[in-house]
T-cell receptor, first 115, second 111 residues
């Protein structure tokens, strides 16, 4: 069974640009969450999508947005990039049913560098 | 917000058991304890989770105290590949797929 796939693995962007990151969850998983990891702030929850709807949101500015497609694949977009957006962006997928959500499986992440 | 407290770092001799403690004194009755680990620059890896009973799988054992205010993750025979940051997370399972990570414990397995 294929794991969570994130593309691209590495990205360099210039301040002010926008970027789109992609995440393909494990087959059958309908919940996709995004996280930002920086040395200073650690691993922080960005948002979660389930059945194409944002279900939960962390404390990040509106420059960070996402969406989920009918096949559960998800994209995350960051507009007007700032130097502080340089981070490892992680995606996690989970089998979420009416009984709840259990463990999440993470991808290898996208390393974004803003210059 | 992270609701757990973990020591920032620990060492363990290769082949010995690694016991990683976690305090979660404000845990509510329906919150689970999850453990993940992250090897440098990789995505976090799920290890184990439990509610009140002790749990064991092929990777580790999870011991939860009777009052549920603390737990211990046990890696029975630590290897060099177990060197990683270990995160203890408390969460509900009916509120979605968000995990709030604290600072974790950096475990170094020494040859």
């Amino acid at each position: 069974k294929a794991g969570v796939t994130q593309t691209p693995r590495y990205l360099i962007k210039t301040r002010g640009q926008q970027v789109t990151l992609s995440c393909s969850p494990i087959s059958g998983h309908r919940s996709v969450s995004w996280y930002q990891q920086t040395p200073g702030q650690g691993l922080q929850f960005l948002f979660e999508y389930f059945s194409e709807t944002q279900r939960n949101k962390g404390n990040f500015p509106g420059r960070f947005s996402g969406r989920q497609f009918s096949n559960s694949r998800s994209e995350m977009n960051v507009s007007t990039l700032e130097l502080g957006d340089s981070a490892l962006y992680l995606c996690a997928s989970s089998l979420s049913t009416g009984a709840g959500t259990t463990e999440a499986f993470f991808g290898q992440g996208t390393r974004l560098t803003v210059v | 917000d992270a609701k757990t407290t973990q020591p920032p770092s620990m060492d363990c001799a290769e082949g010995r058991a690694a016991n990683l403690p976690c305090n979660h004194s404000t845990i509510s009755g329906n919150e689970y304890v999850y453990w993940y680990r992250q090897i440098h620059s990789q995505g976090p890896q799920y290890i184990i989770h439990g509610l009140k009973n002790n749990e064991t799988n092929e990777m580790a054992s999870l011991i939860i105290t009777e009052d549920r205010k603390s737990s211990t993750l046990i890696l029975p025979h630590a290897t060099l590949r177990d060197t990683a940051v270990y995160y203890c997370i408390v969460r509900l399972t009916n509120t979605g797929n968000q995990f709030y990570f604290g600072t974790g414990t950096s475990l170094t397995v020494i040859p």
